[in-house]
């Protein structure tokens, strides 16, 4: 019962370092989402994708780019990490409409720290 | 655009005292709500969900919620709170778009109580 899985759990960057973080999920969704979470600032999407091969940008999508090659990842790369990034990141998953207006599973999350 | 207003950052309470949190959102068209949780450490969790029917909706661990559409609120209540509430509270709401489901955060509330 994983659900989604975030992978790393924690990591600390250097300023202009890349990463990327991996988001897998098993209950065969077809949207998935990236959210950061800032304090005072609630969840805001960063980039999100309906589907296998596609992609779209969210609220805050720069600094940020994303892959969906597979249908249960999805990939949130920040390819020059800035301290301004530092937060923690949320992967999402839901079916598409009408089952996806029901609600979102999310994984455990990342904490990222650039310094 | 769309937004979600919560409009307490910060709630401190002792034991077995009632909670209200609000919540309001700015949209005019078809919603579906929700309260999520996040214990210390934790991702989020569901708490309870309005989609249509009775306004007043049931979750889990003793919450509930109102949703009064004519003042576009969905109010988070518990009549007696436990110190294991502890925890930051968001509510969101599920807009629907271009047959996406986009799911909007309010910047949350953070709930202390204390012994």
């Known amino acids: 019962n994983a659900g989604v899985t975030q992978t790393p759990k924690f990591r600390v960057l250097k300023t202009g370092q890349s990463m990327t973080l991996l988001c897998a999920q098993d209950?065969?969704?077809?949207?998935m989402y990236w959210y950061r979470q800032d304090p005072g600032m609630g969840l805001r999407l960063i980039h999100y994708s309906v589907g296998e091969g596609t992609t779209a940008k969210g609220e805050v999508p720069d600094g940020y780019n994303v892959s969906r090659l597979k249908k249960q990842n999805f990939l949130l790369g920040l390819e020059s990490a800035a301290p301004s990034q530092t937060s923690v990141y949320f992967c999402a998953s839901s079916p598409p409409p009408p089952q996806g207006t029901y609600g979102y599973t999310f994984g455990s999350g990342t904490r990222l720290t650039v310094v | 655009a769309q937004s979600v207003s919560q409009h307490n950052h910060h709630v401190i309470l002792s034991e077995a005292a009632s909670l209200e949190l609000g919540c309001n959102y700015s949209?005019?068209?078809?919603?579906?709500l929700f309260w999520y949780v996040q214990y210390p450490g934790q991702h989020l969790q569901l708490l309870l969900k309005y989609f249509s029917g009775d306004p007043l909706v049931k979750g889990i661990k003793g919450f509930e919620a109102e949703f009064i559409k004519s003042k576009f609120s969905f109010n988070l209540r518990k009549p007696s709170v436990q110190w294991s509430d502890t925890a930051e509270y968001f509510c969101?709401?599920?807009?629907?778009?271009?047959?996406?489901?986009?799911?909007?955060f309010g910047a949350g509330t953070r709930l202390a109580v204390h012994p």
């Open positions: 969101a709401v599920m807009l629907f778009s271009g047959g996406y489901n986009k799911l909007i």
């Open positions: 209950m065969n969704h077809e949207y």
């Open positions: 949209y005019g068209g078809t919603v579906n």
